[in-house]
């Protein structure tokens, strides 16, 4: 299996209802980001972590910005791997997303929170058009819907009139933020 999931780590640091629930893939290993970035080595759009080499990282909630996990995915991309981020966006410890960050997405800005998500149904764009509407479930946090302001990205997923989804062409990589939690 050549992707990697990010195992959330910081799930109660959030809220203390969260927990293992939130890992609902399983056709691919997990790894924390920490551990990535400890022990993963990035070669040719590759990641290598222990015995797998990984081709995707899926990013499903990574709130706490990590300057050494962000500069391995910029790596990651560059080299030709893909990177798709879904949920929030990850802030630093005053609340603010990174410039960083943004720049990876091909980003403007990004909002950290909204309200609800429940009422939102998320319709797919661009290089994700073929993809079928997708219904957001629940109000929770993870489910909420984060709007996005593309700079040099282009724009692939909406909901409501906002635009919550963006995608960056990196040569043979590519990295693309949906601002919702994906399903299957």
Known sequence: IDVLYVYPKDLTAVEERFGSWMVQYGYC???PADRIVNLGTVEKGQLKLGIGNYSTIVVGFEPFYNEAFIALLEKFVRGGGNLVWNAAPSAAE???????????????SAQTLVEGGSAHEVNFTGILSGISKMKVSTDMLPDRIYNIVVGDGEAVANA??????????????RATYIGCRLRD
């Open 29 to 31: 290993n997990y790894c």
């Open 94 to 108: 005053n609340g603010k997303i990174p410039t960083r960050w943004l720049r990876l997405f091909g980003l403007k």
């Open 160 to 173: 409501n009139n906002f635009v919550i989804g963006a995608t960056r062409k990196y040569g043979l990589g």
